[in-house]
């Protein structure tokens, strides 16, 4: 975001108030901000607080003398990385969609050479009429971006779907629409989180994986433009924005569900821990310590990465091996013996349950450390590298 401008719309709605919020995350990120306010925005915030958040002067009017030549619609776009409109009320997209340009914000939509996203805030009866839904219709037919909405709890206290996304969320879809598109087109199937086997009805066998590599790498995919559905175990992270999530618990499970959707994927990412072993057969009532000390006889799972790699027609697979010592050599072996031509390598210590990572990448051309950091900063590292050997 170090860097970015950005033009914020903010037309009327209650919703007004968290883009306060997304003005102060985007300007701590390092963006320089633009808000544009309409008439019906600033009926709910006025544009004191906007120009006190980011810094710089609010524009609500299509003459403002401020800029030199009078031309504030070109002039905000120009150089800038994208238009955001957060919150869109339902009038400001029907103008939009209709190429209406009666006041500086749809002006400077029109005007402008840059992406435009559009974030919806209204009533549920609004947001499902067939007024508006015709006019998302033409807004998405003329390339812009719909960024939810949200459904829940509504401020006229209505329930569904029609709330603007939280500010986070917008964050978000910035950075994703400012990521080079690596992998667009590609499908992907990804593991993440442990898995628990049922010893009994109230306890499991399971690790310390936490689904924070995972779950970052399934972001990284999607923001790289890969269609991501991501197999996790039971984890308590939030699934990325625009990941497809199958939730699992055992490692049967998990195999199949990443059977049930490798058929049309072109890469296939292991990143979960899965449990090598299951008790054979897990008791129906729970175990009575008064019984004495349990025997419990385990079995192999099978094991998801080896067959997806045996195939026919195998996707490109990506292991994780995660050891606590002699990584090059264990890694080596991982890779050689499920015959999959990339495996990351991290050390145990270093990877489970944190939120950094410091990761090496075993392939045919050798190893290829990357720098340590956020498990967000490894993961693109990662899917950097597996463009490269996909292109
Ligand atoms: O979840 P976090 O807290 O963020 O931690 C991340 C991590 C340490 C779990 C992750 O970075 C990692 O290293 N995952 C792989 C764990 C591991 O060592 O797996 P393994 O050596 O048992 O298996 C090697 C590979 O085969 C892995 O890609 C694994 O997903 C896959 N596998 C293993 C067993 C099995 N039955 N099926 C599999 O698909």
Same mark, same amino acid.
């Given at each position: 975001?170090?860097?970015?401008? #950005?033009?914020?719309?903010?037309?009327?709605?209650?919703?007004?108030?968290?883009?306060?919020? *997304?003005?102060?995350?985007?300007?701590?990120?390092?963006?320089?901000?633009?808000?544009?306010?309409?008439?019906?925005?600033?009926?709910?915030?006025?544009?004191?607080?906007?120009?006190?958040?980011?810094?710089?002067?609010?524009?609500?009017?299509?003459?403002?003398?401020?800029?030199?030549?009078?031309?504030?619609?070109?002039?905000?776009?120009?150089?800038?990385?994208?238009?955001?409109?957060?919150?869109?009320?339902?009038?400001?997209?029907?103008?939009?969609?209709?190429?209406?340009?009666?006041?500086? *914000?749809?002006?400077?939509?029109?005007?402008?050479?840059?992406?435009? *996203?559009?974030?919806?805030?209204?009533?549920?009866?609004?947001?499902?009429?067939?007024?508006?839904?015709?006019?998302?219709?033409?807004?998405?037919?003329?390339?812009?971006? #719909?960024?939810?909405?949200?459904?829940?709890?509504?401020?006229?206290?209505?329930?569904?779907?029609?709330?603007?996304?939280?500010?986070?969320?917008?964050?978000?879809?910035?950075?994703?629409?400012?990521?080079?598109?690596?992998?667009?087109?590609?499908?992907?199937?990804?593991?993440?989180?442990?898995?628990?086997?049922?010893?009994?009805?109230?306890?499991?066998?399971?690790?310390?994986?936490?689904?924070?590599?995972?779950?970052?790498?399934?972001?990284?995919?999607?923001?790289?433009?890969?269609?991501?559905?991501?197999?996790?175990?039971?984890?308590?992270?939030?699934?990325?924005?625009?990941?497809?999530?199958?939730?699992?618990?055992?490692?049967?499970?998990?195999?199949?569900?990443?059977?049930?959707?490798?058929?049309?994927?072109? #890469?296939?990412?292991?990143?979960?821990?899965?449990?090598?072993?299951?008790?054979?057969?897990?008791?129906?009532?729970?175990?009575?310590?008064?019984?004495?000390?349990?025997? #419990?006889?385990?079995?192999?799972?099978?094991?998801?990465?080896?067959?997806?790699?045996?195939?026919?027609?195998?996707?490109?697979?990506?292991?994780?091996?995660?050891?606590?010592?002699?990584?090059?050599?264990?890694?080596?072996?991982?890779?050689?013996?499920?015959?999959?031509? *990339?495996?990351?390598?991290?050390?145990?210590?270093?990877?489970?349950?944190?939120?950094?990572?410091?990761?090496?990448?075993?392939?045919?051309?050798?190893?290829?450390?990357?720098?340590?950091?956020?498990?967000?900063?490894?993961?693109?590292?990662?899917?950097?590298?597996?463009?490269?050997?996909?292109?």
């Amino acid at each position: 975001m170090q860097g970015r401008r #950005i033009v914020l719309g903010v037309s009327g709605g209650v919703a007004a108030y968290k883009s306060a919020e *997304l003005v102060r995350l985007l300007v701590k990120a390092g963006a320089q901000v633009d808000v544009v306010l309409t008439a019906g925005g600033a009926r709910f915030v006025t544009a004191v607080t906007f120009q006190a958040l980011s810094g710089r002067p609010v524009w609500t009017d299509l003459w403002d003398a401020r800029a030199n030549n009078n031309m504030a619609h070109i002039d905000l776009t120009r150089g800038a990385d994208a238009v955001l409109i957060a919150p869109a009320s339902a009038d400001l997209m029907a103008r939009l969609a209709n190429g209406q340009c009666d006041d500086l *914000l749809t002006t400077l939509c029109l005007a402008r050479d840059c992406p435009l *996203l559009v974030a919806p805030a209204m009533n549920r009866q609004m947001w499902q009429h067939p007024a508006t839904q015709r006019n998302i219709g033409l807004l998405i037919t003329d390339g812009a971006e #719909i960024l939810g909405p949200a459904s829940g709890e509504q401020a006229c206290g209505e329930v569904g779907e029609g709330r603007m996304l939280e500010p986070e969320d917008l964050f978000e879809a910035l950075l994703d629409c400012f990521a080079p598109k690596l992998l667009v087109g590609k499908r992907v199937v990804l593991t993440a989180g442990p898995t628990q086997e049922a010893v009994d009805p109230v306890r499991v066998l399971t690790n310390l994986s936490s689904g924070k590599m995972g779950y970052a790498l399934a972001k990284a995919l999607h923001r790289a433009g890969a269609e991501v559905t991501m197999v996790s175990g039971p984890v308590s992270l939030a699934v990325p924005r625009g990941v497809n999530c199958v939730q699992i618990k055992s490692a049967r499970e998990m195999y199949e569900a990443v059977m049930q959707h490798i058929g049309h994927a072109q #890469i296939f990412v292991a990143v979960a821990a899965v449990a090598d072993f299951r008790p054979e057969q897990a008791a129906e009532h729970k175990i009575k310590k008064a019984d004495g000390t349990p025997e #419990i006889q385990l079995v192999p799972n099978p094991d998801i990465l080896s067959d997806v790699a045996s195939l026919p027609n195998a996707p490109f697979c990506v292991g994780f091996a995660a050891e606590s010592r002699d990584l090059e050599s264990y890694a080596q072996k991982k890779r050689a013996s499920k015959r999959i031509p *990339l495996i990351v390598g991290n050390l145990v210590q270093n990877a489970l349950g944190a939120d950094d990572n410091q990761v090496i990448l075993f392939d045919d051309a050798g190893a290829h450390a990357l720098e340590h950091g956020s498990k967000e900063l490894v993961a693109q590292g990662i899917v950097e590298h597996l463009a490269k050997l996909l292109a």
